[in-house]
């Protein structure tokens, strides 16, 4: 039966409070490991696809390259065009001069100067397109390179995610300890008496502070038994199990049946708090006293009490 209850409302929130964290572990376990079946699956794929991607960008870089030398090249031919143009808008004019060559001669010298000025031109403009092109393709190749070392470094974030995963695992289990722990300290919080008996004395009343150790009630079972201590000359026939008679002082005309439980391993005085002693050399015999559980076997009734400390007398028949 309940004896006695204390204040649970602590130890409940502390139960609630492991509860969280644990499902809260629990969440993050599972998280963790999908983390790391999604890293397996893509770990494989994904390098083969950053070093196709890698063969890629290393082709563009090449043709970036070979279109910077053809730019370079047409620079040159542009460049010794226009020097050839100017030159012969000089001799034509030197020539018009004396009349050799008319004027319309020395116009188309003119136009063709102007035309080779403006293939340099474009020539050069092409030029610094094919050397933007070729570090924009440089450049993709060194994110290609990275993106291939952080597929080749696979295996450690595999690695990695599974340690998570196993230190969450481990915070489950600390967590399902603390919800034990938690739940053990909430049940403490009711009192229920360990057997069947009537409470002979209460030390405790309800608002009242308890501590750890504080004695709150005293029962006594109702399952009773009577020690005597027989002379060890009364012993020699007596065995557990023989049929008892117990009379008591209180109850002079009752006769409560019962048999012998146990039969101490050893005298009364032997296993007292101050244990007699001999003085040294000195030899007295007297006869020791050992201590027999009688248990009453009959259900007792309410008019006939017996409870701690009453005086009682033990018949035991051994024969």
């Given at each position: ?54 063969l ?6 090449d ?8 730019a370079?090249a ?31 001669e020395?116009d ?15 020539a050069r ?7 933007d092109?070729?570090?924009q ?58 057997d ?6 209460k030390?405790?009343?309800?608002g ?8 709150l009630?005293s ?12 002379k ?10 023989q ?34 002693e001999?003085?040294t ?16 076997d ?7 009490v ?8 033990p ?5």
């Amino acid at each position: 039966d309940l004896l006695v209850e204390l204040d649970p409302r602590d130890f409940q929130e502390r139960l609630e409070q492991a509860r969280a964290n644990l499902r809260a572990a629990v969440q993050q376990h599972r998280a963790a490991l999908m983390n790391t079946r999604v890293v397996e699956r893509t770990a494989g794929a994904g390098v083969q696809q950053a070093e196709a991607a890698v063969l890629t960008a290393e082709r563009q870089v090449d043709a970036a390259r070979s279109r910077l030398e053809q730019a370079r090249a047409q620079v040159a031919a542009a460049e010794a065009e226009a020097t050839r143009a100017a030159a012969d808008v000089q001799r034509y004019e030197n020539l018009l001069r004396y009349g050799a060559v008319s004027r319309q001669e020395r116009d188309n010298a003119v136009a063709t100067t102007d035309k080779a000025a403006a293939d340099l031109d474009a020539a050069r403009r092409a030029q610094q397109a094919a050397a933007d092109t070729l570090r924009q393709r440089e450049a993709e190749l060194a994110q290609e390179h990275a993106r291939l070392a952080s597929a080749q470094a696979a295996p450690d974030q595999i690695a990695q995610t599974r340690a998570q995963a196993d230190q969450l695992a481990a915070q489950i289990a600390q967590g399902e300890a603390a919800v034990h722990q938690a739940e053990l300290q909430l049940s403490y919080t009711k009192l229920y008496a360990p057997d069947s008996g009537r409470i002979t004395r209460k030390s405790v009343e309800p608002g009242a502070y308890v501590q750890v150790g504080q004695t709150l009630f005293s029962i006594v079972p109702d399952r009773v038994w009577v020690v005597a201590n027989f002379k060890e000359t009364q012993l020699r026939h007596m065995r557990p199990g023989q049929p008892a008679k117990v009379t008591v002082d209180a109850y002079p005309d009752r006769v409560f049946e019962g048999h012998v439980d146990s039969i101490q391993s050893g005298s009364g005085a032997a296993f007292s708090l101050l244990p007699p002693e001999n003085a040294t050399g000195n030899y007295v015999k007297v006869v020791q006293r050992v201590p027999v559980k009688i248990v009453i076997d009959e259900v007792l009734d309410p008019q006939h009490v017996l409870g701690p400390g009453m005086s009682a007398v033990p018949e035991v028949r051994v024969r």
